[in-house]
Nanobody
């Protein structure tokens, strides 16, 4: 499975961005896809994820009500709509996919494939 993110950039606080993650390869094997982010000097943290089967959604508390994850099955693409952005949302955002069933999909360690990341910078 290959993942490529796009849509990052520079935005003012209160603004919006939409990230996309296009998957290719053995995408039928993927059980969930999610977004993580890593700010300078910090660990990579969970943001949001969606299960392919059932469409269950999960969000970090810090982004609930502001971010929305969605998918387009036909395009093998997952999106992250980010609204009301804050300077603390500044980070490199990574797309990830797991092939594993029955795992805690909010945990970084269960993900098997990662994209190269896309920078999101929110100015105050």
């Amino acid at each position: 499975v290959q993942l490529v993110e796009s849509g990052g950039g520079l935005v003012q606080a209160g603004g919006s961005l939409r990230l996309s993650c296009a998957a290719s390869g053995r995408t039928f094997s993927s059980k969930a896809m999610g977004w993580f982010r890593q700010a300078p000097g910090k660990e990579r943290e969970f943001v949001a994820t969606i299960r392919w089967s059932g469409g269950d959604l999960y969000y970090a508390d810090s982004v609930k009500g502001r971010f929305t994850i969605s998918r387009d099955n036909a395009k093998n693409t997952v999106y992250l709509q980010m609204n009301s952005l804050k300077p603390e949302d500044t980070a490199v955002y990574y797309c990830a996919a797991t092939l594993q069933r029955g795992v805690r999909v909010t945990t970084r360690g269960v993900y098997d494939y990662w994209g190269p990341g896309t920078q999101v910078t929110v100015s105050s």
